[in-house]
């Protein structure tokens, strides 16, 4: 298993703004888990693109892709994934305007 997400976020945090760099790997770590945490309920931007995304996968593949004893991962890359990143990259260019 690779880094939590908790770790890289207080990674970014730290790479991000290395005027704090006199803060603990515990502080980062909170402010990480803060900023994950605002992200918990997704905006209306984050919603539609994630449905957009949805709708460019082909329907039934989840329950094919069950019955044939496909990993997690590998369901998670072919459904999941492309909502997933489409919510984080609206997040990312959401400025709460509309």
């Known amino acids: 298993m690779g880094d939590s997400m908790v770790e890289r976020v207080a990674r970014a945090l730290r790479a991000a ?3 704090y760099d006199g803060l603990n790997q515990d502080q980062w770590r909170d402010m990480a888990r ?3 945490e605002a992200m918990r309920e997704p ?3 984050m919603l539609h693109d994630a449905f957009v995304a949805m709708n460019e996968t ?3 593949t989840w329950k ?3 019955a044939a004893g ?3 991962r590998c369901m998670f890359d072919v459904k ?6 489409a919510m984080i990259t609206a997040a990312l260019k959401d ?4």
């Open 17 to 19: 703004m290395p005027e």
């Open 34 to 36: 803060a900023a994950i």
């Open 43 to 45: 905006t209306e931007t």
């Open 58 to 60: 082909p329907s039934g």
């Open 64 to 66: 094919a892709m069950k």
């Open 70 to 72: 496909t990993s997690p």
């Open 80 to 85: 999941m994934a492309p909502r997933y990143r």
């Open 95 to 98: 400025t709460g305007a509309g």
